[in-house]
C-alpha cells in the first residue's frame, strides 16, 4: 500500500521544485491572459505541476524548454511524433513542396497520394483511401458514411474508449445503463441516442447491443489506449469480427494510438479483418495527416448512392483535408521514417523499457502493472492489468499519477500527460531508456521509502 500522507508530502516537494526551476515557463503562462484557459488548446492544462513546460526546441526524441532543460521525451506529442520530432526526411519533403515546388492548398491532387493509398492498403488491407488533417475527422466521416450506406442509426462504441471528439464515441456504461460521459461539453443531442455502449472484451455485451438491429457500425480501437493499454484477451478480436458480420455491422479499427503495434498497426500485427481503418497523428510525421480507408464493397455502395453529395456540402469533407504538403509529409514518414524495420527497432526499445519497468515495479512489491502495445508502453496501478475501460478508468490515482509526472520531468523525463504512457520512436536510444529505468526507480524508491531522492 502507498502511504498517502508520503505521497502528499513529495508531491508537494516536486511541484515546488517545479515551479522554482521553470521560472520562464510560468511567466508565459502568466501573460497568456488573452488565450481561453491560457494555453492554445485547453488540454495543455493537462498539467501535474500547475502549469505548461513551453517549447523551445525538438529534434528527434528530445526537447528543450524555454528554461533551457533539456528532456527525454516519451511522450512524443501523445503520438503525433511517434515519428520523432522533424525527422530529415519529411523536413525535406515539406521544404521541397513548399519552398521549392510551391504551393499547400491548392485544391489540386497531387501525385504523391496515390502512392500513400497504396501504401496504406498494403500495410492496412482496406483498399479505398481519403484523407483528412485529424484522426477526429476521419472518424466523423467514416461514420457518416457508414450510416448512408447501412441506413442504421446508431454507432457502438467501447466504454471508456477514445476517437479523438467525436460526438457519438461519449459515451460510458454505469451500473444505472449508458450515459454520457463525465464532462461532456455541449453535447449536440443525448448520446444515447446516437450511440450503444459495450465493455471491451466482453463479446456477451456486444451481441446484445448488435440484437437491436440499429447499429451502422463498431468503431473501437483494437486494443484501447488512452485509457492506460488494455489488451484484448484471447478470441475477443474474432468474436467481434464474426458477430459484426452476423449482424450485418461494419467494423472500424481506429488505429491512430495502435500505430504504435506495428508497420500496420494492431490490425496488420494481429491479422485483423476490418472493414474500415482510421488513422491520423503520427502518419505526417509532426504535420497535421489524417486518413481513413474503405473495403472495396463500402466503396463500391457508396458509389452508388446518387442520392449522397460527396462533392460539396453534404457533411464529409475539408478544404485543408489532402492538400499537397501533408500528403508530401505522410508520404516521406511511410517511405522513409515509420518502414517496417524501424518498427522493429522501436518495439524492440520498448520491450526493454517494460522489461526494466517491472523489474522496479516487482522489486518494491507494487500492486501495479505493465501493459506493452508495439512501441508503446504504459504502467497501471492495478495488478492483474485491467480488462476493459471501467475497470481502467477506477484503477486511476491522479495524485500518484502527478507525482511520477512532476518527478520525472523534474529530472528530464517527459510521459504523455493523461496517463503513464512512454512511447518510442526511431530516434530514441537504448541510453535514454536506461535513463528513465534509473529515474523511475528512484521515485518509486522514495515513494515506498526505501531510497532517498535522485
Given amino acids: 500500500m502507498i502511504d498517502r500522507d508520503r505521497l502528499g508530502a513529495l508531491l508537494r516537494r516536486e511541484r515546488a521544485a517545479f515551479a522554482d526551476r521553470n521560472p520562464r515557463s510560468a511567466a508565459e503562462y502568466a501573460r497568456a491572459g488573452n488565450l481561453f484557459g491560457r494555453v492554445p488548446m485547453t488540454w495543455m492544462n493537462k498539467t501535474a505541476a500547475g502549469f505548461p513546460l513551453y517549447l523551445a526546441e525538438a529534434r528527434g526524441a528530445t526537447v528543450t524548454d524555454i528554461d533551457g532543460h533539456e528532456y527525454i521525451d516519451f511522450c512524443l506529442g501523445d503520438t503525433a511524433a511517434m515519428a520523432g520530432h522533424s525527422p530529415a526526411p519529411v523536413v525535406a519533403a515539406v521544404r521541397e513542396r513548399f519552398e521549392t515546388l510551391g504551393g499547400a492548398c491548392a485544391m489540386l ?20 483511401w481519403s484523407f483528412a488533417l485529424t ?11 457508414l450510416r448512408a450506406v447501412t441506413g442504421r442509426p446508431k454507432i457502438l462504441f467501447n466504454s471508456y ?24 461539453v455541449g453535447a449536440p ?17 456486444l451481441e446484445r447491443e448488435l440484437a437491436h438491429g440499429d447499429v451502422a457500425a463498431v468503431v473501437m480501437e483494437p486494443a484501447l489506449t488512452n485509457i492506460g493499454i488494455v489488451l484484448p484477451e484471447p478470441g475477443y478480436l474474432a468474436g467481434v469480427r464474426a458477430l459484426t458480420r ?26 485483423l479483418e476490418p472493414d474500415v481503418v482510421t488513422i491520423g497523428k503520427a502518419i505526417g510525421g509532426g504535420i497535421p495527416a489524417a486518413a481513413y480507408g474503405l473495403s472495396d464493397e463500402i466503396a463500391e455502395r457508396l458509389g452508388r448512392m446518387r442520392d449522397l453529395d460527396l462533392v460539396d456540402m453534404g457533411g464529409v469533407g475539408g478544404t485543408l483535408a489532402g492538400n499537397a504538403l501533408s500528403i508530401a509529409a505522410t508520404r516521406a514518414t511511410l517511405e522513409q521514417v515509420l518502414t517496417d524495420a524501424a518498427h522493429a527497432e522501436m518495439s524492440e526499445k520498448s520491450e526493454t523499457f517494460a522489461a526494466q519497468t517491472r523489474a522496479t515495479i516487482a522489486e518494491h512489491q507494487l500492486p501495479w ?24 478508468n477506477e484503477a486511476a490515482d491522479p495524485d500518484l499519477e ?35 529505468q534509473r529515474v523511475f526507480r528512484g521515485a518509486v524508491g522514495e515513494l515506498t521509502g526505501r531510497t532517498g531522492p535522485s
Avoid: K
Fill in 246 to 271: 452476423r449482424y450485418g455491422t461494419y467494423l472500424v479499427n481506429d488505429e491512430t494510438h495502435t500505430f504504435s503495434a506495428g508497420p500496420g498497426g494492431a490490425t496488420g500485427l494481429w491479422g
Fill in 402 to 436: 502527478d507525482y511520477l509526472h512532476v518527478y520525472l520531468a523534474n529530472r528530464g523525463i517527459l510521459l504523455t500527460p493523461f496517463h503513464n504512457m512512454a512511447l518510442m520512436s526511431p530516434a530514441t536510444t537504448g541510453e535514454q531508456v536506461a535513463e528513465h
Fill in 161 to 184: 474508449c477514445y476517437h479523438g471528439s467525436v460526438d457519438e464515441s461519449l459515451i460510458v456504461n454505469t451500473p444505472d445503463g449508458p450515459r454520457p460521459r463525465a464532462g461532456n
Fill in 189 to 205: 443531442v443525448d448520446v444515447t441516442v446516437t450511440s450503444r455502449v459495450a465493455e471491451y472484451n466482453d463479446l456477451a455485451a
Fill in 109 to 128: 491532387p497531387t501525385a504523391d497520394a496515390a502512392w500513400v493509398g497504396a501504401e496504406l492498403t498494403r500495410r492496412f488491407g482496406v483498399t479505398r
Fill in 369 to 392: 502493472s505493465v501493459s506493452r502495445l508495439g512501441a508503446r508502453v504504459e504502467y497501471r496501478f492495478a495488478d492483474p492489468a485491467p480488462r476493459n475501460g471501467t475497470e481502467s
Fill in 135 to 145: 484522426a477526429t475527422d476521419a472518424n466523423r466521416w467514416a461514420i457518416r458514411l
